[in-house]
């Protein structure tokens, strides 16, 4: 119970890696406030987290929206009490071919996945400064290391996310505030069925063919599991950690290794 008696807002968390990361910061003893824009899948990771025998507040929160975001920092902490930990997981994913990509593509990405890290974390910042201590932990990803033939503004927002990352940690070190991210690599959730789906189009195959050659291509053998990268964020957010900030710590099987 390393965390017990903290905080952690988890944004997107009905679904995928931010569900499987809020039920790891739960066994660790967290309380948790699940940021997740669809009622449905919010509430039934509530529920698990208070099986759990923590305890959870629902928070619809559209990432996009500074009030939004605003209104999810005031409600946790009048119901929660604290702010310890952020876990800005809440991102979308399309591909396509570069002279396909519109502005509202790229803008659509790049808010959710980059802008409102930012905001999130911002919002965040005057509660952790007050008590001289908090974790960040944001969801990059590989791609935010490699370059893509078929979704640059994908890749463009998580890197914009490891440089974020960066320079938060460095900002606010003297605060107590520690700032990482994890860059994931193929994981089998639903945004990976949407990411099949696009790029076997794109390259001329199905989706199942599209999975099964990015699974022979990883070196440990298997695609990657939302709890994979829950373990290693749960060790950020903890004190394990305590002497790490400002690290893209890679969750690939071995696919991305700088």
């Not at 952790?128 to 944001?138: E, L």
């Not at 994979?228 to 991305?256: E, K």
Request: proline share 2%.
């Amino acid at each position: 119970m390393e965390l017990e008696s903290r905080v952690a807002i988890v944004t997107g968390a009905g679904r995928g890696i931010g569900r499987a990361t809020a039920m790891e910061l739960a066994r660790m003893g967290a309380d948790i406030a699940v940021a997740e824009l669809d009622r449905v899948t919010g509430d039934r990771t509530a529920a698990e987290v208070k099986g759990l025998g923590r305890r959870a507040l629902v928070l619809p929160t559209d990432v996009t929206s500074r009030a939004a975001l605003a209104t999810m920092v005031e409600r946790t902490l009048g119901e929660l009490g604290r702010i310890d930990i952020l876990v800005n997981n809440a991102g979308i994913y399309r591909a396509a071919a570069t002279l396909d990509i519109s502005e509202e593509h790229w803008d659509a990405v790049l808010d959710i996945n980059a802008k409102a890290v930012f905001f999130a974390s911002q919002a965040v910042l005057p509660a952790m400064i007050a008590q001289k201590r908090g974790a960040i932990v944001n969801l990059a990803s590989m791609a935010g290391k490699i370059g893509s033939k078929t979704n640059l503004p994908y890749n463009a927002s998580k890197a914009a996310v490891v440089s974020m990352t960066k320079s938060l940690a460095l900002a606010h070190a003297a605060d107590g505030i520690r700032v990482n991210c994890v860059c994931p690599g193929f994981v089998e959730t639903d945004m990976w069925s949407k990411v099949a789906r696009e790029q076997g189009a794109l390259l001329g195959m199905s989706a199942e063919e599209f999975t099964r050659q990015r699974a022979a291509s990883v070196p440990l053998g298997r695609m990657e599991k939302p709890e994979d990268v829950a373990s290693v964020i749960g060790f950020l957010a903890s004190d394990r950690s305590g002497y790490m900030t400002g690290q893209a710590l890679n969750v690939t099987g071995g696919l991305v290794m700088h």
